[in-house]
């Protein structure tokens, strides 16, 4: 039940006076209250636990931590040699 | 899939083996709080890939497995009342209560219902105004959200025959428990990520400041987890303590606002029993009062429970950490994922049921150490 998976919003609606979309986790398609995410639009990734988004992913965040990772090989390289 | 495969990448992996086998220099022993991941370090074997000396014990961050006897008790007793729908996660079904589980209700002629998001239970409610039904409320900060917005939603919906059975539990009380154990061997806490999603990570400042302990709030891929154990063993190896964010890209320090805005005033924290370790002060979230109308505890008298756990069953010291699934006799013989004994061996954040998933024996006990 806990566990929460980054989907892609496509669509963003209003339902019974709640903010809902559409959240596309690679092509299974959810309905998902996006109440909780007020500032999520179509073509952001939100984290989605039990039917509700719970966090915008910042996609420059998710770049910078790839980039740290990627960047500690140039480091291990040259500490360990060849 | 965007922002998964990425996170898994092997050669990735790789290199932050490499980087925490230079980094470390002696002995150290971690806690992952959540289920989510242990699951992901057991299934990937990230646990037996570590460098010598470090040792990941498995946290309570299962909820399924920390929901006490009585509320699944109770919540059986329900079902059984005629005219009523009890609605649940799908992984409640088949935890195994003092006599039954509720699937085996389900076969029997209850009316039990799996929903995915409990907003599903509120449109239950609304499609059946004769009949009453009861939403099973349970799981940590990540799920308190939404069962907050499906009371609320169901008070202006204005419906009368909607309640649900709470049991949330918090876990800086509980990761606080943990380190106030006797012989706790816990050095430093890999904290779940998705609950600092919702609720930030300030109430942890205190708790590393107070038993210096390194905290990093910790993402559930393998790359997340390897890095999330890099950052804490930095700490240790630097005679540091803080709070740091290895999951960055979906945790803010506040959290999500809204989000506990919710959560304050539909819930306050009580006191709270977790099965398998006991009571914990203020590690729970009940109704307030405001909200008491849709408490399925008033709503239904079933009398007194007499709960039992099953007696072969070591779940308190697996929550606890004190032993690994591996440590228990009935560890894949009598209790298995379709047979269940105890709590840990039903879901996959039980770290039982993630041991047997990953084809460990008890026989390999000794060589994985
Ligand atoms: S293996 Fe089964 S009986 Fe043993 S502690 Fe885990 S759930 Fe309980």
């Given at each position: 039940?806990?566990?929460?998976?980054?989907?892609?919003?496509?669509?963003?609606?209003?339902?019974?006076?709640?903010?809902?979309?559409?959240?596309?986790?690679?092509?299974?398609?959810?309905?998902?209250?996006?109440?909780?995410a007020?500032?999520?639009?179509?073509?952001?990734?939100?984290?989605?636990?039990?039917?509700?988004?719970?966090?915008?992913?910042?996609?420059?965040?998710?770049?910078?931590?790839?980039?740290?990772l990627?960047?500690?090989?140039?480091?291990?390289?040259?500490?360990?040699?060849? | 899939?965007?922002?998964?495969?990425?996170?898994?990448?092997?050669?990735?992996?790789?290199?932050?083996?490499?980087?925490?086998?230079?980094?470390?220099?002696?002995?150290?022993?971690?806690?992952?709080?959540?289920?989510?991941?242990?699951?992901?370090?057991?299934?990937?074997?990230?646990?037996?890939?570590?460098?010598?000396?470090?040792?990941?014990?498995?946290g309570?961050?299962?909820?399924?497995?920390?929901?006490?006897?009585?509320?699944?008790?109770?919540?059986?007793?329900?079902?059984?009342?005629?005219?009523?729908?009890?609605?649940?996660?799908?992984?409640?079904?088949?935890?195994?209560?003092?006599?039954?589980?509720?699937?085996?209700?389900?076969?029997?002629?209850?009316?039990?219902?799996?929903?995915?998001?409990?907003?599903?239970?509120?449109?239950?409610?609304?499609?059946?105004?004769?009949?009453?039904?009861?939403?099973?409320?349970?799981?940590?900060?990540?799920?308190?959200?939404?069962?907050?917005?499906?009371?609320?939603?169901?008070?202006?919906?204005?419906?009368t025959?909607?309640?649900?059975?709470?049991?949330?539990?918090?876990?800086?009380?509980?990761?606080?428990?943990?380190?106030?154990?006797?012989?706790?061997?816990?050095?430093?806490?890999?904290?779940?990520?998705?609950?600092?999603?919702?609720?930030?990570?300030?109430?942890?400042?205190?708790?590393?400041?107070?038993f210096?302990?390194?905290?990093?709030?910790?993402?559930?891929?393998?790359?997340?987890?390897?890095?999330?154990?890099?950052?804490?063993?930095?700490?240790?190896?630097?005679?540091?303590?803080?709070?740091?964010?290895?999951?960055?890209?979906?945790?803010?320090?506040?959290?999500?606002?809204?989000?506990?805005?919710a959560?304050?005033?539909?819930?306050?924290?009580?006191?709270?029993?977790?099965?398998?370790?006991?009571?914990?002060?203020?590690?729970?979230?009940?109704?307030?009062?405001?909200?008491?109308?849709?408490?399925?505890?008033?709503?239904?008298?079933?009398?007194?429970l007499?709960?039992?756990?099953?007696?072969?069953?070591?779940?308190?010291?697996?929550?606890?950490?004190?032993?690994?699934?591996?440590?228990?006799?009935?560890y894949?013989?009598?209790?298995?994922?379709?047979?269940?004994?105890?709590?840990?061996?039903?879901?996959?954040e039980?770290?039982?049921a993630?041991?047997?998933?990953?084809?460990?024996?008890?026989e390999?006990?000794?060589?994985?150490?």
């Amino acid at each position: 039940m806990c566990l929460g998976i980054p989907g892609l919003v496509t669509e963003v609606e209003q339902e019974d006076g709640l903010r809902v979309g559409t959240v596309d986790f690679g092509g299974v398609r959810k309905r998902v209250c996006l109440a909780y995410a007020p500032e999520a639009s179509a073509g952001d990734y939100v984290i989605v636990h039990v039917g509700f988004a719970i966090s915008v992913v910042d996609a420059a965040e998710a770049q910078r931590t790839l980039a740290v990772l990627r960047a500690m090989g140039d480091v291990l390289d040259q500490e360990l040699g060849p | 899939m965007k922002y998964l495969d990425e996170y898994r990448d092997p050669e990735l992996a790789r290199l932050l083996l490499a980087e925490l086998r230079r980094v470390t220099t002696r002995p150290w022993t971690l806690m992952e709080v959540c289920g989510g991941q242990t699951n992901t370090i057991v299934r990937q074997g990230i646990d037996e890939l570590l460098p010598g000396g470090i040792r990941m014990i498995h946290g309570p961050g299962c909820p399924v497995c920390v929901t006490p006897l009585e509320v699944l008790d109770r919540a059986m007793a329900i079902a059984q009342t005629p005219g009523t729908i009890l609605t649940s996660f799908g992984d409640m079904l088949r935890v195994p209560g003092s006599r039954t589980d509720l699937l085996a209700l389900r076969a029997r002629g209850a009316d039990v219902r799996i929903v995915y998001s409990p907003m599903d239970a509120v449109t239950l409610a609304r499609d059946n105004p004769d009949r009453q039904v009861v939403f099973l409320a349970v799981g940590f900060e990540t799920t308190a959200p939404a069962n907050a917005m499906a009371v609320l939603h169901a008070a202006t919906l204005g419906l009368t025959n909607f309640s649900v059975l709470v049991s949330h539990v918090l876990v800086p009380p509980a990761m606080t428990a943990v380190l106030r154990a006797p012989g706790c061997q816990v050095q430093g806490f890999l904290a779940a990520g998705h609950v600092c999603a919702v609720m930030g990570w300030t109430e942890y400042e205190p708790m590393a400041a107070e038993f210096r302990v390194p905290i990093v709030v910790t993402g559930f891929e393998p790359l997340d987890l390897l890095e999330g154990i890099l950052m804490a063993v930095r700490q240790l190896e630097q005679g540091r303590h803080e709070v740091e964010n290895q999951y960055a890209r979906a945790v803010r320090r506040d959290g999500n606002t809204a989000a506990r805005a919710a959560i304050r005033r539909v819930f306050r924290v009580t006191d709270r029993t977790w099965r398998g370790i006991g009571a914990i002060p203020d590690s729970g979230l009940a109704l307030t009062d405001e909200f008491a109308a849709f408490d399925a505890r008033r709503r239904f008298d079933v009398g007194r429970l007499v709960v039992r756990e099953h007696p072969d069953c070591v779940a308190g010291d697996i929550l606890t950490g004190a032993k690994t699934p591996l440590d228990c006799a009935a560890y894949g013989t009598a209790c298995t994922p379709r047979t269940p004994l105890g709590a840990p061996m039903v879901s996959a954040e039980g770290t039982c049921a993630a041991y047997h998933n990953a084809g460990r024996r008890r026989e390999d006990r000794h060589a994985s150490r």
